[in-house]
């Protein structure tokens, strides 16, 4: 079953394997147990720091060494995690996941009304999960290449590159925290990290000046119609939102950002300029001129001779899975032939943003490729599974 190329990536939120005491170094440790609010209550000075809880939250408090330089460090570390693992401080989870992944932490925020005792509308929820997918999408298309408009472009591999991300729960539909794995993530963190404050900067420009250039040089820092519109997607239906940052510990701060990146923020004030951006945005991104090569996988015409709209799964030439192009006679049939003999075929045109970039328009050249049988052989075998 084939999920649809406009479905948001799923993120990832299975079981991950516990932290090994014996390679947690407690330092970073210490740095993750403050930046989620556990408090340093004092300790031995120059052997281990004792840390408890935050916001009063009942629980054995914790005794983390300085460093391994004393003979009881790694029991120290290996009792800090197992209580940190017994924890009903929600903060515990998310300390294990750093030591366990390395990661960056990016912190969605919402300011919604609660529901009864604290609960929350399923919409609401799924409205953060979703928010926060769509953003961390337009992250990973700006870290394939830079454009106002994607469409269908590079989806596929930026969705693949989220399949490592994981998140926490989402607390009411009000927060939401995704840790991205510093090893394989960071480009994806930096880049957001770029792309935000770009956005809050240009949105504030036009509503001093009611211009619209800053979008135009926020595109190379990773802003576009998709990231407007999951920021859209993010404050709609709230009194404000906000998107918090904090790199991994672990790996250190990258070149050229902050060590602690201020929370950028977004109100509903925001929301026309979003759209207005949003929409401005797909309107300008541009055709492209490409030579795709592709196996013909649907064709069809009104009678049996004329022209006919032909559907290609894309093998090479441009960074979408699948084009749809209306060919005339001739070149119909050419299509035809190459899809009956299982050969692809590769055709001259310009990839059209109007449709997503799923259409291809202006074709020409349209001429079979070929192939070797084993090659033909796995592109049929694609075909019928298809």
């Not at 607390?171 to 480009?187: D, N």
């Not at 009104?302 to 070149?331: C, F, K, N, Q, Y």
Request: charged share 25%; with cysteine.
């Amino acid at each position: 079953m084939h999920r649809p190329i406009d479905e948001p990536p799923r993120l990832v939120r299975g079981a991950m394997p516990d932290p090994d005491a014996a390679r947690v170094d407690p330092g970073v440790l210490g740095a993750l147990l403050d930046r989620h609010g556990w408090r340093r209550r004092g300790g031995a000075t120059g052997r281990y720091a004792r840390w408890t809880p935050p916001d009063g939250t009942c629980g054995t408090s914790l005794l983390v060494p300085e460093s391994r330089a004393f003979p009881d460090s790694d029991d120290l570390l290996g009792e800090a995690l197992l209580a940190l693992a017994r924890s009903a401080a929600p903060s515990a989870r998310a300390v294990l996941v750093g030591l366990a992944v390395p990661s960056d932490e990016l912190t969605w925020t919402r300011d919604v009304p609660p529901g009864p005792a604290g609960t929350a509308a399923w919409g609401v929820e799924e409205q953060l999960r979703n928010s926060v997918r769509q953003v961390l999408l337009a992250g990973a298309l700006a870290v394939r290449d830079r454009a106002g408009y994607y469409g269908a472009r590079h989806r596929r591999a930026a969705a693949a590159s989220l399949t490592s991300v994981l998140v926490g729960p989402a607390h009411g539909g009000r927060r939401l925290t995704a840790f991205v794995p510093a090893a394989t993530g960071r480009a994806l963190a930096v880049r957001l990290h770029h792309a935000l404050s770009a956005a809050r900067e240009a949105v504030d420009y036009r509503r001093a000046t009611g211009g619209m250039e800053a979008f135009d040089t926020a595109v190379e820092a990773g802003v576009s119609h998709e990231l407007t519109e999951a920021l859209v997607t993010l404050v709609r239906g709230t009194e404000g939102a906000c998107v918090d940052l904090a790199w991994a510990p672990a790996a250190g701060v990258p070149e050229g950002c902050a060590a602690r990146p201020e929370p950028v923020e977004f109100s509903p004030g925001d929301l026309p300029v979003l759209r207005e951006a949003s929409a401005r945005y797909r309107r300008a991104e541009p055709s492209v001129p490409v030579r795709i090569t592709g196996t013909v996988v649907r064709l069809r015409r009104a009678g049996p001779r004329g022209s006919g709209t032909v559907r290609l799964r894309v093998i090479t030439g441009a960074d979408v899975p699948h084009v749809r192009m209306t060919l005339d006679e001739e070149a119909y049939r050419i299509a035809g032939h190459a899809h009956l003999v299982g050969l692809p075929v590769r055709v001259r045109g310009r990839l059209e943003s109007r449709g997503g970039f799923r259409r291809l328009t202006d074709t020409s050249e349209v001429v079979p490729v070929q192939v070797d049988e084993a090659e033909r052989d796995r592109m049929l075998k694609s075909l019928l599974g298809d």
